[in-house]
């Protein structure tokens, strides 16, 4: 659990990726509702423009979180750009709630960039 939670290239455990889901989301919904009440005020229709504008922020949080986390990692997989493209469409309809469940299960990839132990053995 001391392991940094924002290093975006590292595998993580179970444990870790639940942790690092929670600890994004309450990121997440502080700026969301930062945004929409901002937004909110700006206008007429406060609270409708208030949900709108979280929607979309979740929407481009996930995608954004997601395709960090790919770049970092250095993978090459259009299965796992289709699963990006999917929670983004997620965060966009849903919420964080649920879209940030694909981000967090990415971290638990193993890395790209990661040595491969066997190849320094003598």
């Not at 930062?34 to 206008?43: E, L, T, Y």
């Not at 964080?96 to 694909?102: A, R």
Request: cysteine-free; hydrophobic content about 50%.
């Amino acid at each position: 659990m001391k392991k940094r939670i924002i290093d975006l290239d590292m595998k993580r455990n179970w444990l870790e990726a639940i942790t690092f889901y929670i600890v994004y989301l309450i990121i997440g919904v502080l700026v969301s509702s930062g945004i929409g009440a901002i937004s909110g005020s700006m206008s007429n229709d406060s609270i409708q423009s208030g949900m709108i504008s979280g929607v979309i922020f979740a929407g481009v949080y996930t995608a954004y979180l997601y395709f960090k986390v790919y770049k970092k990692k250095r993978m090459n997989s259009t299965l796992f750009i289709i699963f990006g493209v999917i929670a983004t469409i997620v965060g966009f309809s849903y919420g964080m709630i649920i879209s940030l469940v694909f981000v967090a299960v990415l971290t638990t990839r193993e890395s790209s960039n990661q040595l491969d132990n066997t190849e320094f053995d003598i």
